[in-house]
């Protein structure tokens, strides 16, 4: 395909709003977990964009800043309009979990964040 950059963006947009449209059928609400980083704030927009009204999922971890993403997902959630609901994982109980999340993913993990991820 020789298209040009213009050309390109917008194919790009309307393969990836249909990507959001086709998973984000459904009969129930619709949420999304969201850290604010670039792949979560894009299907939040996209969703947004499609009349989608999406409730965004956020980690919360205020004792520690590395690993709070909460700020930039509540900036997209006010830009958007969007219910946010933050969630406050006890991070000290993923020991407690790790079985189970290891059989719930079939295989074993090497980072805190799918943890994250679980306790959403």
Do not use: N
Request: net charge negative; glycine share 4%; with cysteine.
């Amino acid at each position: 395909l020789d298209l040009s950059e213009g050309e390109a963006r917008e194919r790009f947009t309307h393969l990836f709003e249909d990507a959001v449209r086709l998973r984000f059928r459904a009969d129930v609400p619709l949420a999304l977990t969201c850290s604010g980083g670039v792949d979560s704030t894009a299907v939040a927009i996209a969703a947004s964009k499609l009349g989608k009204r999406v409730t965004l999922f956020t980690s919360h971890l205020p004792e520690d800043a590395h690993l709070d993403e909460s700020k930039y997902a509540q900036r997209v959630a006010e830009a958007l309009k969007l219910p946010h609901v933050l969630v406050r994982p006890d991070v000290g109980a993923w020991k407690d979990e790790v079985r189970e999340l290891s059989r719930a993913q079939a295989m074993p993990f090497g980072s805190l964040s799918l943890y994250l991820h679980w306790s959403l």
